[in-house]
């Protein structure tokens, strides 16, 4: 079965700042791996996905993840935040599409 | 951006009674997953339909809860007696057939069960 791990419930950084999300995934074989982000009373968007080939894979607004085989971690990194960026940002694995499981989400406070 | 529609967007329901959210997925995505997700933001996996087959449901979907994607209607997913406990943001989300994984999710109906 697969799991994921998010380490950090909640995250603080002044904006300007460079970031880290870290997620840790377990499973047989290597899943489809995707980061959401949720805003206040909205659904989940998708920020990027990782299927294969480059390790590192960029997304919307900024954002990129590296996939790690040896360490089943795919950690999410942005360069400079935006008080913007700040919402619950949610680590996801898939085989197939057949069900994602989500991590516990990471609480994204951005500071003036 | 996602064209997944959900609604209600809110629901308040008191206990024992229906609730019932529908669902339009994407044009063009045969397949249709229910979550549920709670206030620790936590995800619980309920169902998932290819077309109109259910594909997989977990055990409390079999029992209190009701779902179907008729074709040429909106998916929808209902509870037959609401309890305190079913509380929860419900996501819907639809996705392409099997084996591509761009899953896109809707913004969700939000029960509250009084």
């Known amino acids: 079965a697969q799991s994921v791990t998010q380490p950090d419930a909640r995250v603080t950084v002044s904006e300007g700042a460079s970031l880290q999300l870290r997620c840790k995934y377990s499973s047989s074989v290597t899943p489809y791996l995707f980061w959401y982000v949720q805003y206040p009373r909205q659904g989940l968007q998708l920020l990027l996905k990782y299927y294969s080939g480059d390790p590192v894979v960029q997304g919307v607004n900024g954002f990129e993840a590296e996939f790690s085989k040896s360490n089943s971690s795919f950690h999410l990194r942005k360069a400079s935040v935006h008080w913007s960026d700040s919402a619950v940002y949610f680590c996801?694995?898939?085989?197939?599409?057949?069900?994602?499981?989500f991590g516990d989400g990471t609480q994204l406070v951005v500071k003036p | 951006n996602s064209k997944v529609i959900q609604t209600p967007r809110y629901l308040v329901k008191g206990q024992g009674q229906k609730a019932k959210m529908r669902c339009i997925p994407e044009?063009?995505?045969?397949?249709v997953f229910w979550y549920q997700q709670n206030k620790n933001n936590e995800f619980k996996f309920l169902i998932n339909f290819q077309n109109q087959e259910v594909l997989q449901q977990i055990d409390m979907t079999e029992k209190r809860f009701s779902a179907e994607c008729p074709s040429n209607s909106p998916c929808s997913l209902e509870i037959q007696s609401s309890e305190a406990g079913d509380s929860a943001l419900y996501l819907c989300a639809s996705s392409p057939p099997t084996g591509n994984t761009e899953v896109f999710f809707g913004k969700g109906t939000r029960l509250t069960v009084v």
């Open positions: 996801a694995v898939s085989i197939n599409n057949n069900r994602i499981f």
């Open positions: 044009k063009g995505h045969p397949v």
